[in-house]
């Protein structure tokens, strides 16, 4: 019995040791013929997905033209020459508070009253700014813009009834207004030092002499006898306000502590690009791929 036994445990052992050491495997069936007609399917697939890919792109727009980063040279320097910035910071600093105290609470009742008498207002103090148009645009040489400017005031002084109506611009005839200060450009007189005009705001020396040179000629011509008299002073309070109910600008509204400097910045950058744009250099150079523009 005994030996019986330990024949059959030796053959069990024997059996599990052979079968974890022998397993069988089933190779695939070798179809080459299958195998190369799944392939050129494929790639027949592909080809077709990418001829419609291309069909596809052509019927849509060309695309935007890939940006080309600014380098040193594109940016402009925030460098602002301000030889006064002492005195100009004091009269910014009294702007802005004569501003809130008087100046923008008058503006903002000159806001309630009806648009069209506001409109009105505004447009007879525009027309009355064609005079001066006039007479720069012939010391500029550019005599088209004065005759536009001419017959901008004759319609709206008569058709429009003294210029409270903009007739003119009503049937296309419109013109950008111009003064001494943009004379001045056009014979080469650089903007100059950043001046702070006490109650009129951010300016530079040429645009102070420009201005008073216009209110000077506006003086002289004196139309229909406004500028002599108590009736200059109303006029010139009305002009005022409605001229500063129609800006937006509000003092340190925008919260930085450099608000001085970026004011002065922009105002003197836009009258940099206004100085190229006069002279015709305004208009961006063709550009190579990849390669920014030259100065």
Not at 181 to 210: A, K
Not at 250 to 266: D, N
């Amino acid at each position: 019995m005994r030996s019986a036994l330990l024949v059959c445990l030796a053959a069990a052992m024997l059996t599990g040791c052979v079968s974890s050491n022998f397993s069988m495997r089933t190779l695939p069936p070798a179809t080459p013929a299958a195998e190369n007609a799944s392939a050129v399917r494929n790639a027949e697939a592909m080809e077709a997905e990418i001829k419609q890919a291309a069909a596809h792109a052509q019927t849509q727009p060309p695309a935007a033209e890939p940006l080309i980063p600014l380098t040193a040279e594109d940016v402009p320097s925030i460098y602002t020459y301000d030889p006064w910035e002492r005195m100009n910071r004091f009269t910014y600093r009294f702007n802005a508070r004569f501003d809130e105290a008087i100046f923008l609470p008058v503006a903002d009742g000159y806001r309630r009253v009806p648009a069209p008498f506001r409109a009105g207002i505004h447009n007879f103090f525009s027309n009355l700014t064609e005079v001066v148009s006039v007479l720069n645009y012939g010391l500029q040489a550019r005599f088209i813009g004065g005759a536009r400017s001419l017959s901008r005031f004759v319609i709206n002084s008569t058709v429009g009834i003294g210029g409270l109506f903009d007739v003119a611009t009503r049937v296309k005839l419109s013109n950008p207004p111009t003064g001494f200060s943009e004379t001045l450009s056009t014979w080469g007189v650089h903007p100059g030092p950043y001046l702070v005009i006490p109650i009129l705001g951010p300016s530079t020396l040429r645009d102070g002499l420009g201005y008073f040179a216009d209110y000077g000629v506006t003086y002289g011509v004196n139309i229909a006898d406004l500028y002599r008299g108590y009736q200059s002073y109303a006029l010139g309070t009305v002009n005022a306000v409605d001229t500063r109910a129609n800006v937006d600008f509000r003092y340190y509204a925008t919260g930085s502590p450099f608000e001085y400097e970026i004011v002065r910045f922009l105002y003197v950058r836009k009258r940099l690009i206004e100085d190229d744009a006069l002279h015709g250099r305004g208009k961006p150079r063709p550009r190579e791929r990849g390669v920014p523009a030259g100065r």
